[in-house]
């Protein structure tokens, strides 16, 4: 696969007709964004995300790039790729705007019928911690301690890890490996 380009865009139209013409391309883009106090014309970083969702692509990686932009990662969606409810939202206002293009629709409709629409995950902001973590760890003072302790990117991967099992079973064994890492003070 070919490594993705680097390419900057001064609006959402010239991004949005971009993906139309190359929406095809598996090693997708590194998008440049200039910041805001750069004095520089560019897409915001909001924008970019809903034209890439009308075509059936995903933001990904983010990375600095100089001292005026940073370049976020978007790619075409890959068949097993998850879905976050902040996107399934996205997605709805877009439909109902008007926006969706047939890409979209299609990753739209597999995630459905596969059920990583039903299994979508919470973001950082609305993630609330598992009740059944709670209740393991009810029972384990020390672990609980441990868990109260950890910053909140570090109980949102806790978390995100219980929430994204496909099976309860999984999701039981996972819940298991969460608890003797906290008993034992690892993350």
Sequence with gaps: MAEAIIKSFKSQESWRNWLDKNQDMQEGIWLQVFKVNSGIES??????????LCFGWIDGQRKSYDDQS?????????AQSIWS????????KLIADGKMMPRGYVEIEKAKT????????????????????LQELAKDKEAEAFYQS???TNKFTINFRLQTAKKPETRAKRLREILINLQLKKM
């Design 150 to 152: 950890l910053s909140k």
């Design 70 to 78: 940073y370049l976020q990662k978007y790619t075409p969606r890959r």
């Design 114 to 133: 596969d059920g990583r629409w039903a299994r979508a995950y919470d973001s950082h902001t609305t993630m609330q911690d598992a009740e059944d973590l």
């Design 43 to 52: 897409i915001k970083i909001t924008e970019a995300l809903d034209e890439a």
């Design 85 to 92: 409810k902040r996107n399934i939202g996205i997605v709805e």
